[in-house]
């Protein structure tokens, strides 16, 4: 797997691009039957859920099969690198690449920091009431609500969240408190249009019992490296013909008309870093056996509604 670093436009480190190969297929994968998904880590279910577009929600059921790939980050470990999203991408891409328990495939994917997931909450409202709502509650069923909720945003967990006494909860809280905690691992998924969390359960609940703001990581796939390069060149075509018709303006009326840099270079700027750093669509492949065997491994799991 090939690592880059992604900066904005300031040189600030945006980000952590990876080049994912000879990955055909994920160990933590999603199957789909219709519109009945399952999420499974290698062969155990981890998450059946029943998509309803007329409703614009899912039910889902936990199964408590889900297992982190990342090793407990150790207090010396998490000190030596506090404040430092970039320096733990790197090491959450290393995790990544070393396990088939994982959600990478063959492609182009993104880890960065989500701080859009932050940026709702309102000023007057506290940690705990804002991850209220968008942590997804029910265990082991639950509904992910797209109706009443902004699209993309709501965190499902892949198991039960601890309580604030919680032993692993209670050694976070120390590190909230002294702004050293690493951050959570998100995986945006389209077909749920929420995040998973792959490792951090009890670091978030920490972080909530505290009412401090919890680093987030996000993981969610990109623009493949062929269709980046041929949408850039696209984009900076239309950029070029953009200047050339402001260019033909001003032969035809004068210095008075602009250049058509300042309307031109902003909008390809947005573009290209669209393009870099949009999310894609999560791969979904199909089911073996189709809905008969999606429903008899949603009963044998107790999945009463679906």
């Known amino acids: 797997m090939r690592r880059s670093d992604l900066t904005g436009d300031?040189?600030?480190?945006?980000?952590?691009?990876?080049?994912?190969?000879?990955?055909?297929?994920?160990?933590?994968?999603?199957?789909?039957?219709?519109?009945?998904?399952?999420?499974?880590?290698?062969?155990?279910?981890?998450?059946?859920?029943?998509?309803?577009?007329?409703?614009?929600?899912?039910?889902?059921r936990r199964t408590d099969a889900y297992r982190s790939f990342v090793p407990p980050p150790r207090a010396d470990e998490?000190?030596?690198?506090?404040?430092?999203?970039?320096?733990?991408a790197h090491r959450f891409a290393g995790l990544l690449a070393g396990t088939p328990e994982g959600p990478l495939h063959d492609g182009r994917w993104l880890l960065r920091p989500a701080p859009r997931l932050l940026s709702?909450?309102?000023?007057?409202?506290s940690q705990a009431e804002h991850w209220d709502?968008?942590?997804?509650?029910?265990?082991?069923?639950?509904?992910?609500?797209?109706?009443?909720?902004?699209?993309?945003w709501e965190v499902l967990p892949l198991r039960p969240m601890p309580d604030a006494g919680?032993?692993?909860?209670?050694?976070?809280?120390?590190?909230?408190?002294?702004?050293?905690?690493?951050?959570?691992?998100?995986?945006?998924?389209s077909g749920l249009d929420c995040h998973l969390i792959l490792d951090g359960h009890a670091r978030l609940a920490a972080a909530i019992a505290e009412s401090v703001e919890p680093p987030l990581l996000e993981l969610h796939r990109a623009l493949p490296a062929d269709d980046l390069a041929a949408r850039t060149r696209d984009a900076v075509t239309a950029y070029e013909?953009?200047?050339?018709?402001?260019?033909?303006?001003?032969?035809?009326?004068?210095?008075?008309?602009?250049?058509?840099?300042?309307?031109?270079?902003?909008?390809?700027?947005?573009?290209?870093?669209?393009l870099n750093t949009g999310q894609q669509p999560t791969w979904c492949w199909p089911l073996t056996g189709g809905e008969p065997r999606w429903h008899r491994l949603a009963q044998e799991a107790g999945f009463t509604r679906a």
């Open 10 to 60: 300031d040189g600030t480190w945006q980000g952590l691009a990876l080049e994912v190969g000879d990955r055909p297929r994920p160990g933590l994968c999603v199957f789909g039957a219709g519109r009945r998904l399952l999420l499974a880590q290698g062969s155990r279910p981890v998450l059946f859920a029943v998509v309803d577009a007329y409703l614009q929600d899912v039910d889902f």
């Open 78 to 88: 998490a000190r030596a690198l506090a404040g430092s999203p970039e320096r733990w």
């Open 120 to 125: 709702w909450r309102h000023p007057r409202t």
């Open 133 to 152: 709502t968008m942590l997804v509650e029910g265990h082991p069923d639950g509904l992910v609500d797209w109706f009443h909720h902004n699209s993309g």
């Open 166 to 189: 919680d032993g692993r909860v209670k050694a976070y809280r120390k590190q909230a408190r002294d702004g050293v905690l690493p951050p959570v691992l998100l995986w945006w998924v």
């Open 241 to 274: 013909h953009e200047l050339a018709r402001f260019a033909g303006l001003r032969a035809l009326h004068g210095p008075t008309v602009p250049d058509g840099t300042a309307e031109a270079g902003p909008e390809l700027s947005r573009r290209l870093r669209d």
